[in-house]
């Protein structure tokens, strides 16, 4: 009895041993992946996670790493090899909408994490959107915001923004100004989705008077709202508007690629003008009297 007792004692003993060592081993795994800077390095874990056997989380974290190195080989080969479930998935959709855009493969692997009884959740359906949007894939999209409806993720900003977006792409601006609407809260990207879809359609006049609520809502416009906006006033011809942009801008502090863009609007809106206009607007701008 008591040598029974003792050999229990012995494996059990063993048993916290070797889950110290494995939770050790995860971890100088972990360290070294989020060290990699090359596929070569990445494939080196991955090997000495084959040699001891390394289960979760492990996968998952270098399925992620393979996709942030950009490698499309690599990851569509290594995601069969894990277990299912719904971060790869999320993640390989992720990948294929935003590091590839491969928006087709998106789309094929949302509909195969369907089938597999994965339920996508509140991070698939943003870069599913993405893909339906440029696509063009307006049926899809449409069935897949009836998901979201039952699923109740209408809630979530970045759901949301995503459906605007998709709708924009599609051309159907009011499905589009429908799901803005019913936004209980709203934050800067909200309005930059609804401004910049009815700018790049050629709705105008929608954006600046959706740029005017925003600002009327206690919002301050960011780059990407001033470059949507601009872009409408140049539609419009509104110079007094240009100009206010043209200020706010000059005393914010914007990023390079986003200054320079800015300025080309600018210049492509003032070109428009002739040297009369020119005159008479500068006259107004600064207050003088005609």
């Given at each position: 009895?008591i040598?029974r ?9 063993q048993?916290?041993?070797t889950?110290r060592?494995?939770?050790s081993?995860i971890?100088?795994?972990?360290f ?5 800077r ?12 084959l040699?001891?056997s390394?289960?979760?989380?492990m996968?998952?974290?270098l399925l992620?790493?393979?996709?942030e190195?950009?490698?499309?080989s ?5 995601f069969?090899q894990?277990p299912i479930n719904s971060?790869?998935f999320n993640v390989m959709?992720r990948?294929f909408a ?9 789309l094929?692997f949302f509909?195969?994490m369907?089938a597999l009884g ?6 698939t359906?943003?870069f599913v ?5 440029n696509?063009s894939?307006?049926?899809?999209g449409?069935?897949?915001h009836?998901?979201?409806v039952?699923?109740?993720?209408l ?6 923004h995503?459906?605007i977006?998709?709708y924009s792409?599609c051309?159907e601006?009011g499905f589009?100004r429908?799901?803005f609407?019913e936004m ?7 309005w ?5 879809g009815y700018?790049?359609l050629?709705f ?5 008077e959706?740029?005017?609520?925003m600002?009327e809502g206690?919002?301050?416009p960011?780059e ?14 509104d ?5 206010w942009i043209e200020d706010y801008?000059?005393?914010g502090?914007?990023l390079?690629?986003?200054a320079?863009?800015i300025h080309?609007?600018?210049d ?5 003008m002739t040297?009369?206009d020119?005159?008479?607007e ?6 003088i009297?005609?």
């Amino acid at each position: 009895m008591i040598f029974r007792t003792s050999i229990s004692r012995h494996f059990a003993a063993q048993s916290r041993t070797t889950a110290r060592r494995d939770r050790s081993l995860i971890s100088q795994l972990l360290f070294l992946l989020k060290q990699c800077r090359s596929t070569r390095l990445v494939q080196q874990v991955h090997t000495q996670m084959l040699i001891h056997s390394v289960q979760m989380p492990m996968p998952n974290f270098l399925l992620s790493k393979i996709i942030e190195l950009k490698d499309f080989s690599y990851s569509t080969l290594f995601f069969p090899q894990i277990p299912i479930n719904s971060y790869a998935f999320n993640v390989m959709i992720r990948g294929f909408a935003t590091t590839w855009q491969k928006f087709d493969l998106a789309l094929d692997f949302f509909v195969k994490m369907k089938a597999l009884g994965v339920k996508p959740d509140n991070f698939t359906y943003p870069f599913v959107f993405i893909s339906c949007g440029n696509l063009s894939a307006l049926r899809i999209g449409s069935l897949v915001h009836c998901e979201v409806v039952k699923s109740g993720l209408l809630l979530d900003f970045h759901v949301v923004h995503s459906l605007i977006t998709m709708y924009s792409r599609c051309r159907e601006m009011g499905f589009a100004r429908r799901a803005f609407d019913e936004m209980s809260e709203r934050d800067s990207v909200s309005w930059n989705s609804i401004i910049s879809g009815y700018s790049r359609l050629g709705f105008a006049r929608e954006a600046v008077e959706m740029f005017g609520e925003m600002r009327e809502g206690g919002l301050e416009p960011d780059e990407m709202t001033l470059v949507s906006v601009l872009g409408a006033c140049g539609d419009l011809g509104d110079l007094n508007l240009g100009r206010w942009i043209e200020d706010y801008f000059h005393a914010g502090d914007l990023l390079v690629e986003d200054a320079e863009e800015i300025h080309q609007v600018l210049d492509m809106l003032y070109e428009d003008m002739t040297p009369e206009d020119n005159m008479v607007e500068d006259l107004l701008y600064k207050g003088i009297d005609l």
